[in-house]
């Protein structure tokens, strides 16, 4: 009767890799995607903020950046979460609407001073503008950005997965 030889050399390689992901290595993998996905979303919002013209002020923008004033950037390790925003008040208003007074106000004075054609609040000027009721419509920003990445995800992830399989599984 004969006798079969196999070469488990391949075998051993194979699981010895898989071994190694297990042990963390596509954990650190999966977080430094996310942080990547997490910056590529920050630079969509920033840039819908410019295509939709939505304020002139830095302010806005400069809070859509990692470790920025008034940015909100988590990545937990233990369940993968990302988060990314802005804790700037008015950025909600400037995506969604907003009325230009208090309910029930019809008018409010707000002390300032125009430099061309923006006006600059300066709570001890003299002068100022007069603000009458009205809706201000939003500039969906942040929803588009969110359209834009969630359309991008699959591709983005599928070519990372198979980025990293091929790293460790040539």
Known sequence: MGCI???????????GRVEKA????????LKLFLEGLGNEFLR??????????????RQLLASFTKNG??????????????????NLDYASYVNDGHWTNPNGV?????????NGDRFIYDPSA????????????GK?????ALRIIERMYPDLLEAEIQRWLDSYFE
């Open 5 to 15: 030889e196999f070469d488990m050399n391949e075998v051993k390689d194979f699981f």
């Open 22 to 29: 297990a042990k963390g290595d596509f954990k650190k993998e």
């Open 69 to 86: 004033i008034d940015n909100v950037w988590e990545l937990e390790e233990g369940s993968l979460t990302l988060e990314v925003g802005t």
């Open 140 to 144: 969906p920003y942040w929803d588009s």
């Open 44 to 57: 969509i919002v920033q840039d819908e903020i410019i295509r939709r013209q939505a304020v002139d002020s």
């Open 126 to 137: 003299k002068g100022g503008m007069l603000l009458k009721q009205k809706w201000v419509k």
């Open 106 to 114: 019809a008018e409010r004075f707000v002390p300032g001073y125009w």
